[in-house]
């Protein structure tokens, strides 16, 4: 059974900085590209990042590149998320997913809420 | 970034009847590998989103056959045979096809 699970979220001050972290199983974790979605309380989603397979391969939406940084341990099975200078805006609910075949996402964890608020 | 336009936004339905959701984009999703990268996600109360449909019209496993998704180069529909109590929720629509990859605004689907 294909499990991904999210954690480190939490509330953190404008300007600071927290690591999300998505745990993967069920699945041959270092044989599928990886997105991180967003989701603010009450609102749309918002795609994030993408990462290929190797790590060598990443892209972003606009509003938070320089900013966030997607990575991977295929070793660990694991997705990550860096996200500094945070601002109100960033404040969602953060989604692990695997991106399926080319041009979609096909399974996804349930969430890990960050608050950005002094 | 392309821009994606769900209609309606709120789709109060009677059980049993039909319902569509449209989804249009600001420019074609046909891709030059000549595939299509039109999603349908569902998103029920409290839950993380499904994937139900991928490429226009293919539907997951798991998905009921009520569910169809048709359209091409940028207008999409989305349909739902007849509507069940636990088709209760948001639906999005979200094209892969284009960088960045976006969302429609959601269409919210409810018991009448």
């Known amino acids: 059974e294909v499990q991904l699970v999210e954690s480190g979220g939490g509330l953190v001050q404008p300007g600071g900085s927290l690591r999300l972290s998505c745990a993967a199983s069920g699945f041959t974790f270092s044989t599928y590209w990886m997105s991180w979605v967003r989701q603010a309380p009450g609102k749309g989603l918002e795609w994030v990042a993408n990462?290929?397979?190797?790590?060598?391969?990443?892209y972003y939406v606009d509003s938070v590149t320089g900013r966030l940084t997607i990575s991977r341990d295929n070793a660990k099975n694991s997705l990550y998320l860096q996200m500094n200078s945070l601002r109100a805006e960033d404040t969602a609910v953060y989604f692990c997913a695997r991106a399926g075949a080319a041009g979609t996402v096909d399974f996804w964890g349930q969430g890990t809420l960050v608050t950005v608020s002094s | 970034d392309v821009v994606m336009t769900q209609s309606p936004l709120s789709l109060p339905v009677s059980l049993g009847q039909p319902a569509s959701i449209s989804c249009r984009s600001s420019?074609?999703?046909?891709?030059?590998?000549?595939?299509?990268?039109l999603n349908w996600f569902q998103q029920r109360p409290g839950q993380s989103p499904r994937r139900l449909i991928y490429?226009?019209?293919n539907r997951d496993s798991g998905v009921p056959d009520r569910f169809s998704g048709s359209g091409s180069g940028s207008d999409f529909t989305l349909k739902i045979s007849r509507v069940e109590a636990e088709d209760v929720g948001v639906y999005f629509c979200?094209?892969?096809?284009?960088?960045?990859?976006?969302f429609g605004q959601g269409t919210k689907v409810e018991i009448k």
């Open positions: 979200m094209q892969g096809t284009h960088w960045p990859w976006t």
């Open positions: 420019q074609s999703l046909e891709h030059r590998d000549g595939n299509t990268y």
């Open positions: 490429k226009v019209s």
């Open positions: 990462i290929n397979q190797d790590g060598n391969e990443k």
